[in-house]
């Protein structure tokens, strides 16, 4: 695929991992993308936790259900049946959970390019998921990204230290297929934006309805 096909072919995966195993080469390229990515300061603020461990993840996805459901609790009766269709993660069907964290410490004190912006070390972390997905695109698996859970239950579960952020657990593993239209447009609960309601040119432009 070129790269184009790539960007285009990614998808956020729950129900079509295979469970099959990820040859270790192909694992160590999808890491060593997400470690190429730029870096506010060439901090590298970035840490990858591997979770093999079933009852880790077993664990993990009993939480995740749980926050499901609050955030259920919360929808108008005609998004609650919207939502009830759409599953949020592949936590036991992929093949292994790849944890994400952000160190504010890493390259400290003097973090070059953050100090007007504190974010930016987060930011970076964030194009690390991003080259890590395309490159999980790119080796034929697929990847979910799970947002559904508390920080300091991800901290505990993995022994995560405190003044490090679980930004992410990526479900990781080969897939049936990847579906042509993303899960949350097949099911009607979004539809992407044209470029052109979002672009502007020289200033912001505000539109009517935004």
């Not at 099959?20 to 160590?28: D, F, G, S, T």
Request: contains cysteine.
């Amino acid at each position: 695929m070129s790269f184009y096909d790539v960007l285009y072919r990614r998808r956020d995966t729950r129900g079509e991992f295979t469970g099959a195993p990820i040859p270790p080469e192909v694992l160590r390229r999808v890491l060593s993308a997400a470690h190429a990515a730029p870096s506010v300061g060439l901090s590298q603020p970035w840490d990858f936790v591997v979770v093999r461990d079933e009852h880790t993840r077993r664990a993990f996805r009993d939480h995740v259900q749980a926050e499901r459901s609050v955030f259920a609790a919360e929808l108008d009766p005609r998004q609650a049946e919207l939502f009830a269709k759409i599953k949020v993660e592949g936590i036991l069907e992929s093949t292994v959970g790849v944890v994400v964290t952000y160190d504010p410490d890493r390259g400290s004190p003097a973090v070059l390019g953050r100090h007007a912006i504190a974010d930016a070390g987060l930011y970076s972390v964030c194009l690390a998921i991003q080259n890590l997905w395309l490159a999980a695109t790119a080796e034929g698996l697929g990847v979910g990204w799970v947002s559904f859970y508390r920080e300091d239950m991800l901290r505990r579960l993995l022994d995560i230290p405190s003044r490090l952020r679980p930004v992410a657990w990526l479900c990781l593993g080969p897939v049936a297929s990847l579906p042509e239209t993303p899960d949350l447009e097949r099911h009607g609960w979004r539809n992407r934006l044209p470029l052109d309601d979002v672009l502007h040119e020289e200033r912001y432009t505000r539109r009517s309805g935004r």
